[in-house]
């Protein structure tokens, strides 16, 4: 699952770094989920599933890429682990997570709502 995972993550920064707008990715449910999330807050303009791939928009302000870069973290490693009261001390920086918690994926903001602690999965840089 991790290597799908991380598969994703170098398609989108390879294609980003091209300034490409689309990127072509593996299918996965992991993949499709955290699609879904990076669409809901804006990151991404969309993406199209086929049967074994997913077909992501890009988004681009004045030819840059919508964020930095985009880093994943192996779920194999136990020290990705944040627990709630470590996870406040990113409040307010200026980058996005995904972490995966016992409620599912969550984002950042989410964690700090329901108060949960998780495997950071994704980081994202502005």
């Known amino acids: 699952m991790s290597n ?3 598969l994703f993550v170098n398609l989108i920064k390879l294609n980003l770094s091209r300034n490409k707008l689309i990127a072509k990715v593996p299918y996965s449910k992991l993949n499709l989920n955290i699609l879904k999330i990076l669409y809901n807050e804006g990151y991404i303009r969309g993406f199209k599933v086929t049967e074994n791939f ?11 890429p919508a964020f930095k870069d985009i880093v994943f973290f192996s779920q194999k490693n136990k020290n990705n682990y944040i627990s ?25 903001e989410q964690c700090f709502l329901y108060k949960q602690g998780g495997q950071l999965l994704i980081l994202i840089t502005f």
């Open 4 to 6: 799908k995972l991380a």
């Open 54 to 64: 997913i077909f992501i928009y890009l988004k681009l302000n004045n030819n840059k």
């Open 84 to 108: 709630y009261k470590k996870l406040i001390l990113f409040f307010g920086l200026k980058n996005f997570m995904i972490i995966s918690t016992n409620m599912g994926l969550l984002t950042l």
